[in-house]
């Protein structure tokens, strides 16, 4: 029987917050420019990854232009399988028993259609190495096989993905040109980034993702790159061969409408719901709950300035309509729609009323664009001799 298990729902969350974290600190540093290299020569995309170097060289990463080590975890090492049937894994897996477990100790990470395969005891990094290269020269059993990088005290796994911005002036035609060259291709652009896009490497490339996003680095390609890491917290990836009961401590916020209505946040069948129809959020409290550095604009029919669930978490606002509100919604009208989203993404929280927001400790600009109308079927409506913004 296959006991796998799915990874907890947090891994999307590293996921997304670990892409979050790289575009904020890349860009803060983005000021100055990069030069291309004068020969910044491609490796030939022949489609056999070239093998990890033994003594480390080549485990490391770029943040804000600098270089970071990584360490290869002894617990785990990331594969794609090129076949989906068990038995036919179980069987591939046999063939590397000196390197990984039984299949029947592995774990999953099913939106990147990966495997974590645990180690043998008693490996040592080099040994390891060599293993994870000979996995690798299989190409007929595995599409991908990483190691799984572990940087203060996070475990980091390289999907076929990374993140590169490329100088601004660098058309579409010439980044298109540089990625095919390297058996790159586009995923998607980073939405409200110029020239910056999530990349993949392909069957035909010969460095995985991480390797991909050094070269694009160190070779003045791209102004910034590096790994779409999914990053997972120790206590997600200890093998167990039974269902926990909880998945932890979680946070639970004494706000007075949280645990009677905020179904959504923690459902537990409020209002006859789905228990755990929902969207996690104590379970990603126990992991964070927001950053003051992190602002989320409210761009809608203005907030209540004064809102006592708001005002602590409010930074200066805009009013667009050229009414001068500052982001405050017109007075003596029942416009609370900006007020309500404003409270759903960062209401103050802990604080024995209200509701609790989602990010807890981020911060909230409201931006008015627009007033509510009494004219039938027109909803919001720009101010008269006003755009909307």
Not at 8 to 16: A, E, G, T
Not at 27 to 34: C, I, L, Y
Not at 195 to 216: K, P
Request: glycine share 8%.
């Amino acid at each position: 029987m296959n006991t796998r298990k799915p990874l907890p729902w947090l891994m999307k969350l590293f996921s997304i917050f670990g892409m979050i974290a790289l575009l904020s600190s890349s860009f803060a540093a983005s000021n100055a420019s990069v030069a291309y290299a004068q020969d910044p020569t491609p490796p030939a995309p022949n489609g056999d990854v070239q093998p990890l170097a033994t003594d480390g060289s080549s485990f490391y990463y770029y943040v804000d232009g600098q270089r970071v080590n990584l360490t290869p975890s002894l617990d785990w090492v990331s594969v794609k399988f090129v076949s989906a049937d068990t038995v036919e894994q179980q069987s591939v897996t046999g063939k590397f028993s000196s390197t990984v477990a039984p299949l029947d100790g592995a774990r999953e990470i099913p939106h990147l259609g990966l495997t974590l395969l645990p180690v043998q005891d008693g490996l040592r990094t080099r040994t390891l190495v060599q293993g994870v290269n000979s996995m690798r020269a299989s190409s007929s059993s595995f599409s991908q096989v990483n190691p799984v990088y572990s940087y203060e005290g996070v475990d980091m796994v390289v999907s076929d993905e990374f993140v590169a911005a490329f100088p601004p002036e660098t058309s579409m035609a010439v980044i298109d040109e540089l990625n095919a060259a390297r058996g790159v291709e586009v995923v998607s652009p980073i939405l409200g980034q110029e020239n910056t896009f999530v990349l993949r490497v392909t069957s035909a490339a010969s460095l995985d993702a991480l390797g991909m996003a050094n070269h694009y680095q160190e070779s003045g390609i791209a102004l910034f790159a590096a790994p779409n890491f999914v990053r997972i917290a120790p206590a997600g990836v200890e093998a167990s061969t039974e269902t926990p009961s909880s998945v932890g401590p979680m946070f639970v916020p004494n706000d007075s409408y949280y645990a009677a209505h905020q179904w959504y946040l923690n459902s537990t069948g409020q209002f006859g719901a789905t228990v755990d129809a929902d969207i996690d959020a104590p379970e990603a409290w126990d992991i964070t709950k927001g950053d003051t550095s992190v602002i989320i604009a409210i761009i809608d029919e203005g907030v209540d300035l004064t809102h006592a669930d708001l005002a602590t978490n409010l930074v200066a606002g805009y009013d667009a309509t050229g009414l001068g509100s500052n982001g405050a919604p017109a007075p003596l009208r029942d416009d609370a729609h900006g007020t309500a989203v404003a409270g759903i993404a960062a209401a103050v929280s802990n604080n024995a009323q209200g509701v609790s927001g989602v990010c807890q400790l981020c911060r909230i600009m409201p931006i008015r664009i627009a007033v509510w109308s009494i004219l039938p079927l027109t909803g919001f409506t720009p101010t008269p001799g006003r755009r909307m913004a």
